[in-house]
């Protein structure tokens, strides 16, 4: 009898954990972050930010996961419709969906589009193969040139960089690729070049300078690029350290421009998620910095920079806590 009764309350024990563990899980909430192509940045860093929120998942009731997408563009639209919770975004972008411009001009300024921070500084970056003969943006005409793909942040840099140099799309041979295929599309001679906005070091570009055929990195300079540098405020001088790519044909850092790489949310997603993500991020701050050496030259007041969607009342929150809201955007506090 006694060792009856020792099975029932065994059995019961168990039971009753079962339920207490169905209930915590039931309270769990599960994000998601829309982040790029496995081998960019974006992947990774959502990736770091996932991480550092699964391992307190008891303490705030959050489970992240990670979704690589086609970028910047379909981050931001799945944000705001609710598919993905948090996104990562060039700042370009952010700024285009809120003030309703480019992809966003028919629907109209995106309002609940929202800010939290912003990571590192990415360069819009040009790579030619030596044998097209490519050394100035000008020399691209005629060429067979990947601009981007559809949805991807680099697609409108590559646009408006061709632009400001005096290059209609009509004098090249538009390719519209992810950035992900056009190393081995340079490789094989199928392109002549390829602009990829991303954060240095990147995956891709080692690739595209480590193969059969020697490449060059283009510099993005020249009296056009100046005047679009002081027409949109998102863009910024930038260089790309050559120590990099060892076995690209240049000499030296190649001087571009480039924009940030921004971590956005909507004004819908619950106060304490965005709380949790933000406290989490910056209260390990120097761990993340580690996390991939794109963030070597992270600083908290720079990651407050390039936003122009208001700050997520739950990022706030930590902010002023924090004492960190002395270096945001007054205009971005509503």
Do not use: C
């Amino acid at each position: 009898m006694g060792f009856l009764r020792r099975i029932i309350l065994l059995g019961l024990s168990l039971t009753l954990l079962l339920a207490i563990d169905a209930g915590a899980a039931s309270k769990r909430v599960f994000v998601t972050i829309g982040t790029g192509g496995v081998t960019g940045v974006y992947y990774p860093t959502g990736g770091a930010i996932s991480r550092m929120i699964n391992k307190k998942s008891k303490q705030y009731g959050i489970k992240a996961t990670v979704e690589s997408t086609a970028g910047s563009v379909y981050n931001i639209n799945a944000v705001l419709s609710g598919d993905l919770e948090f996104g990562v975004a060039q700042s370009d972008r952010q700024y285009q969906a809120y003030h309703g411009l480019a992809e966003w001009k028919k629907a109209g300024p995106q309002k609940k589009l929202r800010s939290v921070f912003s990571i590192h500084p990415e360069s819009i970056t040009l790579i030619a193969s030596v044998k097209s003969g490519i050394k100035t943006l000008k020399d691209l005409k005629g060429k067979r040139v990947n601009i981007g793909n559809p949805g991807s942040g680099q697609l409108q840099n590559s646009k408006d960089v061709l632009e400001a140099a005096g290059i209609p799309l009509s004098s090249i041979h538009v390719e519209q690729v992810k950035a992900v295929e056009a190393p081995s599309l340079l490789q094989d001679g199928r392109i002549d070049a390829f602009f990829y906005t991303v954060g240095h070091p990147n995956g891709n570009i080692k690739e595209a300078t480590s193969g059969r055929l020697k490449v060059r990195i283009i510099p993005i300079e020249g009296p056009g690029i100046d005047a679009l540098l002081k027409k949109y405020p998102y863009y910024a001088k930038s260089v790309i350290p050559i120590k990099f790519y060892p076995k690209a044909d240049n000499s030296g850092d190649v001087p571009s421009i480039g924009v940030k790489a921004t971590f956005v949310t909507s004004a819908d997603v619950d106060e304490k998620i965005v709380y949790a993500i933000t406290k989490e991020v910056f209260d390990n701050f120097e761990d993340f910095k580690k996390l991939h050496p794109a963030y070597s030259v992270l600083t908290k007041e720079a990651m407050l920079s390039g936003l122009s969607a208001p700050i997520h009342k739950g990022a706030l929150r930590y902010y002023r806590e924090s004492g960190l809201i002395k270096y945001i955007d007054p205009a971005l506090i509503k």
